[in-house]
Structures are given as C-alpha cells and as structure tokens.
C-alpha cells in the first residue's frame, strides 16, 4: 500500500527555520515526484513546489524561492523540505505528496501532514 | 499566473439533494489539468477526479466532473452523509509559476 508518513509538529521561533520529513512506502521512491503544500489555519491549499527525488531537480513557486528548499535521501525513501526565516504567516499545516502522471497529472496519495506552529 | 476562481463559496444542501460546483480559470488550462480534491476537517485532501473527468480509484460514480477550457463542473450526483466537506480545484502546469488551487468551496449540510 502506497503512503507518506510525515514527521511530528514542531514548534519554532520567529526567525528560525523547520525541516519536515516526508518518508515513502509501497512504491519506488524515485519514480514519482514529491509536491509540498501548506493550509494555515482556515485558510485554503497553498502548493509550495516540487522535487524529483530521482536527480534532485526541483521547482520552487515564487512567492518561497530564496527561503525553501527540498531534498531528500533516496536510502531511506525519505523527502525533506527546509523552510527558513519564519514568520508567523507561515504557521500552518505542510503536506506532501506523490505526483501521478499516467492517464492525468494528479497529486495522490497525500501525507498525514505537519502542524509547524511559529510563535515567540 | 491563472487563477483559479471557484463558486459557490459555500453550498447548502439536503442530504440525496444534487451538488453543481463551479471551478473557473482565468486562462485555458491545457491538457485538460484539472483536478478536484475532497477535503474533511483535520484530513489530507482526498484525490477526486483528475484529467477534468476521471474518477480516482475507490470514488463512488456519483462524483462526476466535466468542462474544458476555462470552465470545469464537479456534480455529485445524490448527496449522502460523508460528502458534507470542502472541495478545492486545481491546475497543473509546467511553468515557474507551478500549480494553482483554488480557494475551495464548502458544502455544508442544510
């Protein structure tokens, strides 16, 4: 069965920086791309970028290039995405998730996601 | 950079009763990129349809979604309990500007 497991909430002060981990089973992890995207509170989606786990390429959405990076460890089946210079405006829920290509670009499955909570 | 603009912000309906959400672009979307998402307080979003038209695996065939262009329909055709959530659309594109959603719609038990 095909999931991503992601890493337990953090707590983090404004300024710093988080790393959530995203681990893979059921699949080949580097065949499908890994996307990150955020949900603050009572708010919508918000798709943050990807990353090919296969040659680390990645793309970021403008709005966090210069603050984001995603890599990952194709040992352990594991993607990682690194946001720096915290603000509050960036508490909010992060998920990944596998990009399917075959028969239609789609986003499936997704991970649990990471409550990353930024206060002082 | 498309925007994606979706409506009714928020539905009320009966339970059997038919839900018409509206998912709006404000350029064409190629390849018909289009996918819907379903989405229930404190979980992921769950994968509806992709490619404008195709159910995902295990959704029941009274989701259905149609449109080309710039505007995509998802029905649910008989409303039951466990449809009462909120709905996102998205686009997929190759550009530096990535992937859109919209702001989702909340369909709410009347």
């Known amino acids: 069965q095909v999931q991503l497991v992601q890493s337990g909430a953090e707590v983090k002060k404004p300024g710093t920086s988080v790393r959530v981990a995203c681990k893979t089973f059921?699949?080949?992890?580097?065949?499908?791309?890994i996307n990150w995207v955020r949900q603050a509170p009572g708010q919508g989606l918000e798709w943050m970028g990807w990353?090919?786990?296969?040659?680390?390429?990645?793309g970021y959405a403008q709005k966090f290039q210069g603050r984001v990076v995603m890599t990952r460890d194709t040992s352990i089946g594991t993607a990682y995405m690194d946001l720096s210079s915290l603000g509050s405006e960036d508490t909010a829920v992060y998920y990944c998730?596998?990009?399917?290509?075959?028969?239609?670009?789609?986003?499936?499955?997704w991970g649990q996601g990471t409550l990353v909570t930024v206060s002082s | 950079e498309i925007v994606l603009t979706q409506s009714p912000g928020t539905l009320s309906l009966s339970p059997g009763e038919r839900a018409t959400l509206s998912c709006r672009a404000s350029?064409?979307?190629?390849?018909?990129?289009l996918t819907w998402y379903q989405q229930k307080p404190g979980q992921a979003p769950r994968l509806l349809i992709y490619g404008a038209s195709t159910r995902a695996t295990g959704i029941p065939d009274r989701f259905s979604g149609s449109g080309s262009g710039t505007e995509f329909t998802l029905t649910i055709s008989r409303l039951e309990p466990e449809d009462f959530a909120v709905y996102y659309c998205q686009r997929y594109d190759n550009s530096p500007t990535g992937d859109t959603f919209g702001q989702g719609t909340k369909l709410e038990i009347k």
């Open positions: 059921g699949y080949t992890f580097t065949n499908y791309d």
């Open positions: 350029q064409s979307i190629r390849n018909n990129h």
């Open positions: 990353m090919n786990p296969d040659n680390g390429h990645t």
């Open positions: 998730a596998r990009r399917q290509w075959r028969g239609g670009v789609r986003l499936d499955p």
